[in-house]
Structures are given as C-alpha cells and as structure tokens.
C-alpha cells in the first residue's frame, strides 16, 4: 500500500510538472498544446549532447567538439532551448494564426510535435541515448529506493501548483499574466502588452516540459524520438482532470492518475495486458469528464422534479 | 483655434460581412465630456472599440492629441494617455482592489515608479470605500464599487482622456446612483470624457455634448443645452410616440438632481 | 432552367463514370509491366490507397462534422488486426471479403463507442481523448497477444477470389484502388445527401442546425461511426498488402500525421485530403529518388513544417488556397455580380410531402403560447415567468432594452435552453420537454440574430439544409443513392430552386454565404426559415445591421410572410418604427419580466415602457425606495 502510493507519487510528480505547462498556456492563452512533450524530449536530446561532449557537424571545416560539460549546464541549456522553441512557435505561427479558434492553434501544435519528433528520428535514429544522472542514491521509503530527482520532482510540482500564483503577484507582469487568463481584453485596455504575455507564457510552458522530462529521465537513464511525448499525454489528461485552469488542481490530477496508475501495476498485474499504464488513464479521464458534465445535470434534475410536481399538485 | 484633443473622421468598421459603422465623424474638446447615444445596434459600442483600438477601423482616421493614432494598439493608446472604463465594468474578478489599481497604473509604472505611490494616494482619497477594502478580491465586491474600482483603476493612469463604455448596464438604481457620483466627481477633474450609455437620461445628465447615432452613422452633434424633445426623437430613431418621453428626459437633464459646482475650469 | 436540369445531366455521366473507373483500377494495376509497376511501387501505391481512404474519413470527422480526432489511426489499426483475425487460419479462418466487411463493422462500433463520450465533450477536451485513444491503441490493445500477435505482428493470408488466391502486390493494388474508388463514391454521396448536409450544419453552429430539425446528437455519433467504418477499411487494405503489421504500424506519430495531411489538404475537400495524401506517401521515395538514401525520414519534417505554415497563411489548406486564387480571377474577369433585391419575391410553397402536415388551426386561435416561464444564469434571472400567446395569422412584437430576456425567451420557447419553469405549448402541443429539432418538426422556424446559416457553404447547400426533415431517408439510402433518397432529393432541390428563383438570388445559388453582404445572408436565412412552410416563424432582430432603406423593404416582406404566405410571425426587434409599422400585437419585456402588451402604438406609450427605453436620470428618492 505504502510503496503503491510512494511509486505513485513519484511519477505523478513528473504528470504534474507537464500538467502544469498545460495548465499555465491554457490560463494565459485559451489553448492546449500537444506539442510539449516533443519540446522536452529535443532539450533532452540537446543536454544528452553537450554532457556527452558534442562533435558540431560543420561543413568544409574539421568538425570542432565541445568540451564534456556538467549535467548542469546541459539542463540549463536544455531548458533555455525548450523556451525559445516555444517562443519561436508562438512568433512564427500562433501570432500569425490571428483570432482563430483554439482547436486551429492546437492542430499547429501538433504539427510542431511531429516536426520534433521527425526531426529528432532524422538526426538521432530509433535506437535510446544515454544521459546519465546528475546524483545517484537517496532515501529508501517503503522500499522504494527515491532519488534526488525524483523528490525534486515531486516538491517543483507541488511548490508551482500552489505557489506560481503567489510569485507572480509580485511584480507588475505577472500580474499582467493572471489578468490576462481572465480576461485577455480587458488587460490590453490597461496597457498591458498582450503579446508579450503571450510569448512569455509559450517560453515559460516549454520550459516547464524541459525540467519535467529532465527531472524523470534519470529513473530510466535513457531517451529516445518521442520519449517525453509519452508522459507528456498523461500531464495532458492529469490537467483536463485538474479543471484545465486550476494550477492546483494539475498537482491533484498528475498525483491521482500516478497512483492510479502503480495501483493498477500492483493488482491487475494479472491480467498480463500490455500497456496497462495508458489504459488507466484513459479509463480515469474519461471517468472524471463524463461525472463531471453528468453530476450537475443529475443533480438538477433530482432539484427540478420535486418543484415540478408540487407545481402540478398546487 | 486649438486641435480638439480627439478627432474622428469618417470611420468605418464591421466584423465580417457585417459593416456597422458608415462614415462616423465627431471632435471631443480638450477638457469636455462628450455622449454618444443610441439605441441598440446604432453602434455606439463598435464606435468605442474603433476609438480603444480592440476593433480595427475600415477607412477613415482617429487623431489623439495631434497623432495618427489609427492604426496603433490598444496597449500604446493607453501609453499615449488614454483610459478605459470598459463595458460592464470589467474588472479583475480574481485580483484584489489594490492589484487591480497597480495593474491600471502599468504604463505609468513603467515611466515613473514613484509617481504611483501618490496615485495610488489620490484615487484613495477620491474613493474611500477602494481604501478600506483595498485587499479584498475584486469580484466580490458590489457593483457599485466594482464601478468604482474601474473608474479608479482608469484614472490612476493619469490620462487626459478616458472611455467610458456603457457603465450602468446592469447597476441596480442604489449602484446607478453611487456610480453617478463617481463620474460626476471625475467630471470635474476636467479630465476629457467619451461616455456612452444605454440609459439615455442618465447619460445626458452627465455629458455636454451629444452625439446620436443611428444605424451606424452619427445624426445629430451638438451641445445637450441646445437639444430639444423632437430632435432626439427624430435622431434617435424612436418614432413620434416616444418624443414625448424623450422631453421628460431632457426635463430631468435641465434639472440636474446631484450637479453642483461650476464648469469654469472649461475653457470658455 | 439549366439550373434544374444539371442534377440529371450529372447523373447520366456519372453512373458509367464509376464504373468504368473501378474496371480500370481493377484491371490495370495486374496487366502493367513490371517495368512501369514493379512489386515495390505497387505496394507502396496500396499503402497511398490505404492512407487516402484513412484521410477521407478523417476528413469525414473533422472536414464535414468539425469533430477533431487525433487518434485516428487507431481505428485503422483496427480494421487490419480485425482482418487478420477474422482471416487468420489459426483464429477464424473465414473469407477475405468476410475480413473486410468485419473491419467495417468493428472499426464503427469502436468508433461508435469512443464517440459517446464525444457527445458531452467539445474540442479540445475531445482532443485530449482520442490521443489517449491513440495510444491505448498502439501500447496496450494491439499489443495484447490475440490481437496484434505479440511481437512477431499480425499475419493477414492473401485474399482469395473464387478459388484463385491473390498473391502479387500488384493484386493488392488492385484491390486497394477499387475500395478507394468504391470510398471516394460513398463520400461523394455522403455530400450530396441529408446526412452530409447534417454534419455541415453541426459543425457550423450545432443551435442552428438545431433549428432545421437537425438531431445533433445523433449526427455527431453517426459522423464518429460512418468515420470509424471508413478508417477500418484503410486499415484492412493496410493489413493485405503489407501481409504482417504489428502495433508500432499504427503508431502515435501515423495519427498525427493523418491530421497534418487532412489539414494541409483542406479541410472538407475530398480531392485535396486524397492528393495530399497520396502526396505524402509517394513523398520519402521521391525525396531519396532525388536526393539520396541519406534524406530518408526528412519527409515527415516536410509534411510537419508544411502544416504550421499552412495553418498561419491559408488555414483552407491547399484546396483552400486554389479556390481562393480561382475565385479570384474570376471576380477580376467578370467583374462583380448584380446585387440581388433586398425585396425578395416570397414563393408560395405547400409543406413538404416528407414532413408530417401541420394540424387545421383557425385564425385567432393560439399558435405559440408559453405561461410562466423563467431562466435563471447563476444569480441572474434573464426571464422571470414571462408568458405570451401568439395568434394564427397576425405578427407579435417583442421589444426591450438591451439584457430584457427577449433571446432567452425565444431560446425558452425554441428548446435551445431548458427554462427552470413554465409551459410552452406550440399548436396545442405542449412542447417543454422536447428538443429544439422535435418542435422544428411541430412546424416552428426560426432566425438568428447573426445569421443562422451554414456560412461556409452556398446557398442552395443552406436551402437544403434547412429542408432536413423534409427529406426523410436513411442513412444507408444517403451513401449508396440507392431507394428512397432519390425521390426525396429531387423534392427538396426543386424546393430550393424554387426559393432562390424566387428570392432573386439567381447569379448567388452556388455562391457561399460567407462571401454576401449581411443583407443579403439576412435574406437567405428568411428563405431557409420559409422554406419548410412552418406555422411559426420566430425572426430574432432581422432588421440588425441593416440600412434603412433596406429595413423598409424588409417591413414589407413580413407584411407579405403574413398576407402572402399566412405565417404566423414572432418578432424580435430594436427597430422601434418598423416594429410598430408591422405588429398586430406588441410584447415589451424588461428587466426579465414582460411589462406591457397590448396594441403597439398605444404600448409605447406607458410610462413603464417609456422608462425601460429611455431609463431614468439617478434621483436619491427612487434610489431609497
């Protein structure tokens, strides 16, 4: 039970780091993205790289190799080059998409899934890529060895799901930031630059994925074309079951599909089926959507059929 | 002859198909309060918007304090000195009072930052009720203080022109008299106003000029002293049946229940 | 007129048309040299079979019916794994046809299945479930041992026919080309049938298509079904030709990718999602044909690149971008057409023999009363038991303020909102509980305060979407042609030729009605509430955006709804005089309630009424009261 929860919350941690970005582009621009999860595994596939000593293809000239860097540095360019994937989306096609309707904006982004993904295939192949861990060890709970990553994971997760808004009240932009998720007109008629802050939170929802897919790589120690993509579809799910705007509500979603998800490991293991992990959440999602657009029908019917027929008898 | 501090000319907008403003021309005077009145659909909103920047003009110009400000956004108008009292009032339901406020204050923070501690000071002394409750979330608030919040937050800015897009739309009569209050107090400021108002009567007791619109196009202009019962009637395109009642809300105009104090500070 | 007689010179061709193309595909592809068609392009012209037949029925989904669906690969998959059960000696043995019409079956039932949730969900929410579909497809499902064969995949023996079996890819081929040609004809019927027609309408506006009697919930299932069965047949032909297909065949990325093609394509065009397709396919053996084998893999970039590009520059997609450019030359070869009359010639029409007729009622006896009712939204009360009664024959006004309840109200009465309270009774028959498209076929219409048209299609498509129940076939009728959906056609296409004849709108019959002017979509919409011969027309603020001069006209052509044709009318308008200059009888709401009725010119008059139009200037003493 204890080690249930535990494997749970460690992989809903990561669910809920990618629920977050969700969460934070959906707020601030009406839109979700699909595309993320391959934004993440490229800053992955860039860190691998520089940690690994890069041999820079350049032609004509003898190709120059780049010193092996700390894993560090590599996360830190992984992340900053996430953001500017994300920014450079935002400028080269969503700015351009003009006031059409999210379903179009998510579409492109899954045109820029597949443009990582292929890209990624083309220059990296099928076969796994190793980055190793920053730090090894750490605390066994319930006989669950928990790395360092791990538990960063989980506290990032629960520090940006219920402190991201508290941060961003401290300055006038991140005001500008929650204003605009509610209500984005009203926000240019005080000044503030709506496509800044729509550029900003495009940047800061990619870099979110980056530190997701860094901070879960070191449990498997391998990555591969689409690897993030895969956790990515559970963060989306974990966000559409947090409420889609709610912050904390991706915290709860990520860590409820995560144990969810050891629980059904742990007791229908028996049923050998494969792919077990996404079935889960398929069944989880599609549980919580329907309840919740079915309860308060319920319930208003249960209110409406008393008056009815009091109204009939009177 | 000074150039007025807004000039509109011949502008054109719609949405899709649909084209609602034919040709709308009029000058607000520095330091005047100009209404725009119609029924719905004479495009008075639409006319705002063009004016805020949220709608693109077809053809025709908007010059602010001199400049070509036509094709600007709605974020450097606001830089330039213009502010907004949106339509229902739109303010942060989410923010506190006092977030709201430094959120209004966005463009002058960026100027000067310590111009916004005395702002801040002088929109809570005009509104003391924003004072006492400036931590508390603004969409709990009434919609009169809501009213005032967002009055508040347009004037904190320090502009020379605000835009003030039907403000009693859905104000109970106790909230349409506090909020009556409050554009009377920013009246004389002699900051410069564009009002629009669904509530005909008591758009006119505030304003001094009028501009009545009908099916897109501005019919009468001129100042509220010189309209009579039948002018509006005609202009506002409420048939000979109303005309009657239109002179009561005239009437209630030459007698203005709250007004007080002199207009001197307009230049004569 | 030529326009009548086109559907039937259509006709004529087309029957040989299809079926000399079928021969061809059937023939052609096994008599080619090996020279022209080796064994290695014939399977890779199956796979572009397969992928068009997958791309049509995506675009079936989100092209005709505007439900997005990321995971439709996964219902291909299906279809080939169902094939290669059904087929597989070691599993059921049975025919090769019995495989295919199996994969038809499972790939809609599965697709029915994902479908019911979709009903309750909308866009992005619907999104997020078929890409977990996606990939409960592709890492779970088909990788279960039964279905996909574990790792070795799924082995689908040739297909035989009679006893011959069918062994060369060029065989495949063959049967890949006849089953995309046997699609690309079902969904040319499906465009031109009720069923098509449906889906638009749902995808336009699903209140609208509401209005025209359009069940939306049943179309969105059958749109996921009809899409589902399409994509097991892609799946099938997948299965053949490539003899073994595991779960990675049918991968996350292919789902993706099907989206990609059908977007650039252009949404809703059938040739443009094939050739897009077929594009695609043919592309990694082109790129390597010219480039090398180094390029390998770089196709699924292009596509990919191509998409976002699309998507910011001709969201039409490629079809998109050529119609525009030809529509283009056209205006500057012809210059603009005349402007059709904003005083259109209302034709009289009878009630349509597909529809039930409308019971006998009596001049002044109540068409439309509704008692009591009231909406609440959160801590508003929009309507607040309002009650009205509209007499046979004669135009009812309903005038207020901005925010008075007056569209609440006729969404209470037309069943686009459940009211919390009251009773609407539509001749005699009390509809409260029934859906807006049951009381459309009671013999109510009505318009929309911005235009309540399919906006992306012509005129003429928007006549016969507006005849829906007028045309009563099934669905199996709407794809094959064959039965009742002829008779009912040509009925409702006179229908609507009649009506554009009529309205004037000659030269604008195959234009779409995005592209006129707000008067004259206005006019359209006027048609299409008429063209059912309904009991009631409800007109919500026709007069909108109107000219004045063009609002006198319209003054007319409601006298004319009322004397001409005998409607019965409910009429919403802010246009003071020309509500005044046509009601019998004025409703005023405000404030949710309605506070005055009664002979228009003498209503207007009331002080209440006076105060709700006008307002009041703020006095300390009402404020206290």
Redesign the interface.
């Known amino acids: 039970m204890g080690q249930v929860l535990v494997l749970g919350l460690i992989s809903g941690g990561i669910y809920a780091l990618f629920a977050l970005g969700v969460v934070m582009v959906h707020r601030g621009t009406g839109v979700l993205t699909f595309a993320n999860g391959e934004v993440g595994t490229a800053g992955l596939f860039l860190a691998a790289l520089l940690v690994d000593g890069w041999t820079i293809p350049v032609p004509f000239i003898d190709n120059p190799t780049l010193p092996a860097l700390p894993w560090a540095l590599g996360a830190l360019a992984a992340v900053a080059f996430a953001a500017l994937l994300g920014c450079l989306f935002e400028v080269l096609v969503v700015r351009r998409m003009g006031v059409s309707d999210p379903v179009a904006v998510a579409v492109a982004t899954v045109g820029l899934a597949l443009f990582l993904l292929a890209s990624e295939l083309q220059i990296f192949g099928e076969s796994p890529k190793e980055l190793a861990a920053p730090v090894t060890g750490g605390p066994t709970i319930f006989g669950v060895i928990v790395t360092p990553t791990q538990i960063a994971g989980l506290l990032l997760a629960i520090a940006l799901g219920f402190g991201l808004q508290a941060v961003l009240r401290r300055t006038d932009f991140g005001l500008g930031i929650l204003a605009a998720a509610q209500d984005p007109a009203a926000v240019r008629l005080v000044g503030v630059p709506l496509s800044r802050i729509s550029l900003t939170i495009w940047g800061a929802g990619a870099a979110l994925a980056a530190i997701a897919a860094l901070l879960v790589e070191p449990t498997v120690g391998i990555l591969y074309p689409g690897y993030a993509s895969e956790l990515y579809v559970v963060g989306l799910a974990a966000a559409v079951i947090g409420g889609l705007n709610s912050l904390p509500g991706a915290v709860v979603g990520g860590c409820v599909l995560g144990i969810a998800q050891s629980a059904a490991t742990r007791y229908l293991s028996d049923l050998h089926l494969p792919g077990l992990h996404f079935v889960v959440v398929l069944v989880v999602l599609l549980v919580v959507m329907l309840g919740r657009q079915l309860l308060p029908e319920l319930i208003k019917r249960m209110d409406t059929a008393p008056s009815r027929a009091a109204e009939v008898s009177a | 002859m000074t150039t007025p501090l807004l000039e509109v000319r011949d502008i054109t907008a719609g949405f899709g198909a649909t084209t609602v403003l034919h040709g709308v021309s009029f000058d607000v005077p520095q330091g005047s309060i100009a209404g725009i009145f119609g029924l719905n659909g004479a495009g008075k909103s639409v006319t705002m918007k063009v004016l805020g920047g949220s709608v693109p003009a077809r053809s025709g110009s908007v010059h602010f304090r001199g400049q070509d400000i036509t094709k600007l956004s709605p974020e450097k108008r606001v830089a330039m000195g213009m502010g907004h009292v949106p339509q229902g009032r739109q303010v942060f339901p989410g923010l506190t009072v006092e977030e709201n406020l430094r959120l209004g204050a966005y463009t002058l923070r960026r100027k000067d930052k310590k111009r916004y501690g005395p702002a801040l000071n002088g929109v809570f002394d005009r509104f003391p009720i924003l004072a006492q409750r400036r931590g508390q979330l603004a969409g709990t608030m009434s919609g009169g203080q809501q009213a005032s919040l967002a009055v508040g937050r347009a004037l904190i800015n320090e502009p020379d022109l605000i835009l003030v897009d039907e403000p009693s739309a859905g104000l109970s009569p106790v909230a349409t008299l506090e909020l009556d209050e409050v554009l009377q107090a920013v009246a004389h400021t002699g900051v410069t106003m564009v009002l629009v108002e669904q509530n005909i009567a008591f758009g006119l007791s505030l304003v001094d000029t009028a501009h009545l619109m009908q099916t897109g196009t501005v019919v009468h202009s001129g100042p509220v002293g010189e309209l009579d019962d039948q002018t509006l009637a005609t202009h506002l395109g409420i048939g000979r049946v109303l005309q009657a009642a239109a002179g009561s809300a005239l009437a209630a105009r030459q007698a203005p229940p709250v007004k007080k104090g002199s207009r001197a500070r307009r230049p004569a | 007129m030529t326009a009548v007689s086109r559907p039937a010179r259509t006709r004529r061709l087309r029957v040989p048309g299809i079926l000399i193309a079928l021969v061809l595909a059937a023939v052609l592809p096994p008599t080619l040299g090996a020279a022209v068609l080796s064994d290695s392009n014939a399977l890779l012209a199956s796979a572009a079979c397969a992928f068009a037949i997958a791309a049509i029925s995506l675009n079936m989904l989100m092209g005709y019916a505007g439900q997005?669906s990321?995971g439709q690969f996964a219902f291909v998959g299906v279809g080939a794994f169902t094939t290669g059960i059904v087929t597989s000696p070691e599993q059921l043995r049975l025919p090769w046809l019995a495989g295919l019409a199996a994969s038809v079956v499972v790939g809609g039932l599965i697709a029915f299945l994902v479908g019911l949730?979709a009903l309750?969900?909308r866009?992005?929410?619907l999104?997020?479930?078929t890409?977990?579909?996606a990939?409960?497809g592709?890492?779970?499902?088909f990788?279960?041992e039964a279905i996909g064969g574990g790792s070795a995949g799924k082995v689908t023996p040739n297909p035989y026919i009679g006893d011959e079996p069918i062994t060369s890819d060029t065989g495949f081929l063959a049967i890949a080309a006849v089953l995309l040609i046997l699609v690309w004809q079902v969904d040319v019927n499906l465009t031109r049938s009720r069923l098509g027609r449906a889906f638009q309408a749902v995808k336009a506006d699903e209140q609208v298509a509401a209005s025209f009697g359009i069940d939306v919930t049943r179309y969105k299932l059958l749109a996921f079904t009809i899409s589902g069965a399409v994509a097991g047949i892609a799946g099938s032909i997948i299965g053949t030709a490539y003899g073994t297909v595991t779960a990675s065949t049918f991968d996350?990325?292919r789902s993706?990718?099907l989206?990609?093609i059908v977007?650039i394509g252009g949404l809703g065009s059938r040739w443009g999602v094939v050739s897009a397709a077929i594009f695609a396919t043919l592309l990694p053996n082109t790129l390597v044909w010219i480039f090398g084998p180094g390029i390998r893999?770089?196709?699924?970039?292009i596509?990919?690149?191509l998409?976002?590009y699309t998507?910011?520059?001709h969201?039409g997609g490629f079809a998109g971008a050529i119609e525009h450019f030809v529509e283009k030359r056209r205006q500057r070869k012809g210059g603009a057409a005349p402007l059709p009359p904003t005083r259109p010639n209302l034709p009289a029409l009878t009630r349509p023999v597909g529809m039930p007729a409308i019971p006998k009622t009596r001049a002044g006896t109540a068409v439309l009363t509704a008692t009591g009712v009231s909406v609440r939204f959160g801590g508003l009360q929009a309507v607040d038991s309002a009650s009205l009664r509209v007499d046979r024959g004669t135009i009812v006004g309903l005038m207020g303020?901005?925010?008075a309840g007056k569209t609440t109200m006729f969404n209470a009465i037309t069943g686009a909102l459940t009211p919390?309270?009251g009773r609407i009774e539509l001749l005699g028959v009390d509809v409260s509980a029934l859906p807006t498209h049951r009381r459309t076929a009671l013999g109510m219409s009505r318009t929309f305060q911005l235009i309540g048209l399919a906006k992306g299609q012509s005129v003429y498509e928007n006549l016969l979407i507006a005849q829906h129940l007028a045309a009563p076939y099934g669905v199996l009728s709407a794809l094959t042609t064959i039965g009742p959906s002829r008779f009912y056609e040509r009925d409702v296409r006179a229908r609507a030729d009649e009506v554009i004849d009529g309205l004037g709108f000659g030269r604008y019959r195959d234009t779409q009605v995005?592209?006129?002017?707000?008067g004259q979509?206005r006019i359209v919409e006027i048609g299409c509430a008429l063209v059912t011969s309904p009991e009631l027309v409800m007109l919500d603020?026709p007069s909108?955006?109107?000219?004045?001069a063009a609002a006198e006209d319209l003054a007319a052509t409601l006298r004319d709804m009322r004397d001409v044709l005998g409607r019965t009318i409910l009429l919403i308008e802010?246009?003071?005089?020309l509500v005044?200059d046509v009601s019998d009888e004025l409703y005023v709401m405000d404030a949710g309630r309605v506070i005055a009725n009664g002979e228009p010119?003498e209503v207007?008059?009331r002080p209440e009424v006076?105060t709700a139009?006008?307002?009041?200037?703020?006095?300390?003493e009402?404020?206290r009261?």
């Open positions: 997005i990321l949730p309750r969900l866009g992005l929410y999104a997020v479930v890409v977990s579909v990939y409960v592709w890492l779970s499902l990788r279960v996350y990325a993706l990718l989206v990609v977007v893999g770089l196709d699924l970039v596509n990919a690149a998409l976002m998507l910011a520059q969201p303020p901005n925010g919390d309270t995005a592209r006129l002017s707000h979509q603020e909108a955006g109107m000219s004045p802010h246009n003071v005089p005044l010119v207007v008059t006076v139009y006008l307002g009041v200037a703020p006095s300390r009402e404020a009261v």
